[in-house]
């Protein structure tokens, strides 16, 4: 049976502080964290129960310098033109902006060091949005259980750019897709509150933009 949540936490506290922890220790993290981790992923919805997913533990596997190569490429190509390039999303403003851009780039820098990678997989030849219905619930339930044990992790997709090389890289087999890589550490920095805008502005009661009064 799954172990319970550990003493003291509180899910909706957990929940509002589960923010990207992208610069990570390299201390090594006890199985027995990974495997509630683990756990708490095959705990998730997924469709008619089917559970086609499966969950690729990578530590030491020379796969993960090749992915992280394709990850700083897409950063340099992609991804740092558009941060630099794009007015800070809701909750935020340009310090954190920067400090979440610097964030990245050690990301992505540091990608392969991280202890321990959770490659979240999903049966299945065409991988699509709905597909993932049956994984990214998995992948949340997993983040969250790395916060409530002190982990630090974030959702990573960006290898997906370069899906075929980096599943190859990693020992994906045919018929298998790699949906999210969770690097997980201990973090260097402190967990707090996560940055979002109004919940009034993307709320809507009975017809879309029509305002929930209250909320």
């Not at 919805?45 to 190569?69: D, E, M, Y």
């Not at 979440?100 to 780039?105: L, R, Y």
């Not at 219905?133 to 916060?147: C, D, G, T």
Request: hydrophobic share 35%; net charge positive.
């Amino acid at each position: 049976m799954p172990e319970a949540t550990p003493g003291g936490t509180d899910i909706f506290d957990i929940m509002h502080t589960t923010r990207a922890m992208r610069r990570l220790k390299p201390d090594p993290v006890p199985d027995d964290l990974i495997r509630k981790i683990l756990l708490a992923g095959q705990a998730a919805a997924n469709g008619g129960n089917t559970q086609r997913w499966r969950f690729l533990v990578l530590k030491n596997h020379p796969g993960k310098k090749i992915v992280q190569s394709y990850y700083k490429k897409l950063f340099d190509d992609v991804v740092g033109p558009r941060y630099r390039n794009s007015p800070p999303p809701p909750g935020s403003d340009q310090p954190r902006q920067l400090r979440q851009m610097a964030a990245n780039q050690y990301l992505t820098d540091h990608y392969h060091e991280a202890p321990v990678w959770i490659v979240a997989c999903l049966e299945g030849e065409n991988p699509g949005y709905s597909s993932g219905a049956s994984i990214y619930p998995a992948v949340q339930n997993m983040l969250l259980a790395a916060r409530a044990l002190g982990l630090g992790s974030t959702l990573t997709t960006r290898h997906i750019g370069h899906a075929k090389e980096c599943d190859e890289a990693m020992g994906i087999p045919p018929g298998f897709h790699s949906y999210a890589i969770l690097p997980i550490g201990y973090p260097m920095g402190r967990f707090g509150p996560v940055g979002r805008g109004p919940l009034s502005e993307i709320v809507y009661l009975d017809g879309w933009d029509k305002p929930y009064p209250g909320i």
